[in-house]
C-alpha cells in the first residue's frame, strides 16, 4: 500500500492560505468598486442637479435680455398696455417669475409730474415709496434721484411693489449703482420682497436702458444718460422648484450667495423628501462615502456677476446601504481578483470622466442658452416690428440690418458647433483648393467689417500670395479671430490683421488692444467652451480658439496667443503654403 505524501497537508494548507489571501483581497475590491459606483451616481446626480439649476437661471436672464431688447428697438415709448401684453407669455411660459418691471430713473425735480402723470392712468392713490425702519411702505423722503417700479406684471399680487422706490434699499441700490456704471446685467443679493407673503428668501436680476438702446463707451456718459432699469423679481423656493420638477433625486442640498457677507450668503435649503425650498438653514453633512472631499459635493452657478454654490447631500433614505460584495467573495477571490483590479480602474476612469462631462456640460447648456438663444431674440423682435411698418425705408433700414447681423453671427455659432463635433468624431471634411490668401484675407476682413464697430486694418504683401487651403475652414479661423478682437476691445480701438509670407508658410495674425487673457487662463484657454476669467458679461461661446486650433490642425500648422491682461492679445498662425 502506498503511503500518503508527507507534502499533501502542506499543499492543502498552502491552498487554503492563498484562497484566504485573495479572498481578502477581492472582498476590498468588491467593497471599493461598489464604493466608488455609490459615488460616481451620485456625481452624476449631483451634476444633472446643477446643469438644471443653471439652465434655469439662465432662462430666467433670457427672458430679461429680451425684454431689454424689446425696449431697444420700440419706435416710440413702451406703454403700460405694451409692457404687460409683451411680457404675459413669458409670464405663463415661465412660473418661476415673480414679477417683472420697468423702473424709470426719477429726479428729484420730475416727481410732481412723474407721479400726477401715473395717477392719471388710473392709480388715484399712486406715489413713490420706500420702506419705514419697522418695514411699513411710506412716501418716499426727499432726495436726488428715484427708480421706481412704475410697470410691473402680474400686477395681481404685486400691487405693493407699484411706486416702490428700488434705490430706497441699500442692497438693490448695490445692483443698481454697478448696472448703471458698466451697461451689465446684475443680480442682487438675497431679499425679502416687499410683495412676500411666505418665509423665504428673494432676489432681482437688473439690466439698464439708455437711449437707443446701445450702451455708452464710456462710464461718465453711462451715468448721465442712464434712463432706467427692466427688473426681473424672483423667489428662490420658485426658481429651483420649478427646475428640478422633473428630477426627484434623493439628495438635499442649500443655496449660498458667494459674494455676500458671510451671515447672508445662505439663500435656501432643498428638501427632497418634500421636494421644496426651506429658508432655514440645516447644517448638511454630506457621507464621506459618496463625497471624499467636501469640493466634490459642491457646484458653482452663475448669475448676473454673481456666483452662488451649491452643496450637495445624500438624503436620509439615500441608498447608502452596506454593499452585498462579501457573499461573492466565496466564489471570486480565487478566480476574479485580477478582473476586480480592471473593474476598479475602470470606476475610477468614468467618475473622472462623469465629472469632467458634468463640467462641459454645464458650459455647454450656459453657452447655448446665452449665445443661441439671445440672438434669435433680437431676430424676432426686429422682424415683428420691421412687419408693422414696411412703409419707411429710412426706418425699416436698420431693422433688416440688424436682423442680417444677427443671423450672420448665430450662424456662425451653430456653424463652429458643428464642426468642432465633426471633427471630434473624425468627419470634418476638409478640400483644400488653391487660394490668393491676400484677396482672401481682403474678402473676409470687409465681411467682418459691418458686423463690429472697430476699425481693422490689413497689412498684406502686394503681390498675390498662393495657398492650399479649405476655404470653408479658414473664413471660420479668421471670422472668430476678427469677431473675438472686436468683442474684447473699446469700440474706437484698431483691430490689425497682418499676413506675411516665406516662399513655404503664410503667417497670420490678429492683434487687438483689448482686455486681454490671465496669464492663468492661456493654458486652457484653447479649449471648448473655455473663456478668459475676466470676460464679465461680453457675450460669448468659447468655441472661438477652439475652432482656430482645429483649423490649424487640419492644415498641418501651428499657432501661439501672446497675451497681456489689460492691454490686449495678438494671435499668430503659421500655415504651410502646399
Known amino acids: 500500500m502506498t503511503r500518503p505524501s508527507l507534502w499533501y497537508p502542506v499543499l492543502m494548507g498552502l491552498t487554503l492560505g492563498l484562497g484566504a489571501v485573495l479572498s481578502v483581497g477581492a472582498a476590498q475590491f468588491v467593497g471599493q468598486g461598489e464604493a466608488l459606483q455609490r459615488q ?17 437661471l439662465n432662462r430666467y436672464t433670457d427672458v ?12 416710440q415709448p413702451v406703454s403700460r398696455q405694451d409692457f404687460a401684453a409683451f411680457v404675459a407669455r413669458s409670464l405663463v411660459t415661465y412660473p418661476g417669475i415673480q414679477a417683472l418691471e420697468w423702473a424709470p430713473l426719477v429726479r428729484a425735480g420730475d416727481r410732481a409730474a412723474f407721479v400726477a402723470g401715473v395717477r392719471a392712468e388710473g392709480y388715484p392713490t399712486f406715489d413713490i415709496t420706500e420702506l419705514s425702519p419697522t418695514g411699513q411702505l411710506r412716501r418716499a423722503g426727499a432726495r436726488a434721484e428715484y427708480v421706481p417700479v412704475t410697470y410691473v406684471a402680474p400686477f395681481l399680487t404685486n400691487e405693493a411693489a407699484l411706486g416702490y422706490d428700488l434705490a430706497s434699499d441699500p442692497t438693490r441700490a448695490a445692483a443698481i449703482a454697478p448696472a448703471r456704471a458698466t451697461g451689465r446685467i446684475m443680480a442682487t443679493e438675497r431679499i425679502r420682497l416687499v410683495q412676500e407673503q411666505r418665509d423665504q428668501f428673494g432676489f432681482l436680476v437688473v439690466l439698464p436702458l439708455y437711449p437707443n438702446g446701445d450702451i455708452p463707451p464710456d462710464r461718465p456718459t453711462r451715468e448721465a444718460e442712464f434712463e432706467g432699469i427692466v427688473l426681473g423679481v424672483f423667489r428662490v423656493a420658485d426658481v429651483v422648484e420649478e427646475a428640478l420638477q422633473d428630477l426627484n433625486y434623493n439628495i438635499d442640498f442649500a443655496l449660498y450667495d458667494q459674494d455676500a457677507e458671510a451671515e447672508r450668503q445662505f439663500l435656501g435649503q432643498y428638501e427632497a423628501a418634500s421636494q421644496t425650498v426651506v429658508a432655514t438653514e440645516d447644517p448638511l453633512r454630506p457621507s464621506r462615502a459618496v463625497c471624499p472631499r467636501p469640493q466634490d459635493c459642491t457646484r458653482l452657478l452663475t448669475l448676473g456677476q454673481r456666483q452662488w454654490r451649491v452643496a450637495f447631500a445624500p438624503a436620509a ?154 476655404r470653408r475652414l479658414m473664413r471660420s479661423l479668421l471670422t472668430n479671430l476678427l469677431l473675438n478682437a472686436a468683442n474684447y476691445s473699446p469700440g474706437d480701438r484698431p483691430i490689425h490683421l497682418s499676413l506675411s509670407s516665406d516662399g513655404e508658410r503664410a503667417t497670420i495674425a490678429v492683434q487687438d488692444g483689448g482686455r486681454g487673457i490671465p496669464a492663468a487662463d492661456l493654458a486652457s484657454i484653447r479649449e471648448a467652451f473655455q473663456r478668459g476669467s475676466n470676460v464679465g458679461d461680453r457675450p460669448g461661446s468659447g468655441l472661438g480658439l477652439a475652432i482656430v486650433h482645429t483649423v490649424v490642425t487640419q492644415h498641418r500648422g501651428h499657432w501661439q496667443i501672446a497675451s497681456t491682461e489689460g492691454q490686449g492679445t495678438t494671435v499668430t498662425v503659421e500655415l504651410p503654403l502646399e
Open 317 to 470: 433614505t439615500y441608498g447608502l446601504g452596506q454593499g452585498y460584495g462579501a457573499p461573492l467573495t466565496l466564489l471570486t477571490g480565487l478566480l476574479l481578483t485580477g478582473t476586480l483590479a480592471l473593474f476598479l480602474h475602470s470606476l475610477q476612469a468614468e467618475l473622472a470622466r462623469t465629472r469632467a462631462l458634468g463640467e462641459m456640460k454645464l458650459k455647454f447648456f450656459s453657452m447655448a442658452s446665452h449665445e443661441l438663444r439671445t440672438p434669435l431674440s433680437t431676430i424676432l423682435l426686429s422682424a415683428e416690428s420691421l412687419r408693422g411698418d414696411v412703409t419707411s425705408l429710412e426706418v425699416a433700414q436698420p431693422k433688416v440690418d440688424r436682423i442680417l447681423t444677427t443671423a450672420q453671427h448665430m450662424g456662425q455659432q451653430i456653424a463652429d458647433l458643428l464642426t468642432l463635433t465633426r471633427a471630434e468624431a473624425g468627419k470634418l471634411e476638409f478640400h483644400p483648393a488653391l487660394v490668393d490668401a491676400v484677396t482672401f484675407c481682403r474678402e473676409v476682413m470687409e465681411e467682418v467689417q459691418p458686423q463690429v464697430s472697430q476699425p481693422i486694418a490689413l497689412s498684406a504683401p502686394g503681390s498675390p500670395v498662393t495657398a492650399f487651403w479649405d
Open 40 to 56: 460616481a451616481e451620485f456625481q452624476q446626480q449631483s451634476e444633472n442637479l446643477a446643469t438644471a439649476l443653471q439652465r434655469s
Open 64 to 75: 430679461l435680455t429680451f425684454l431689454h431688447d424689446y425696449y431697444r428697438v420700440a419706435e
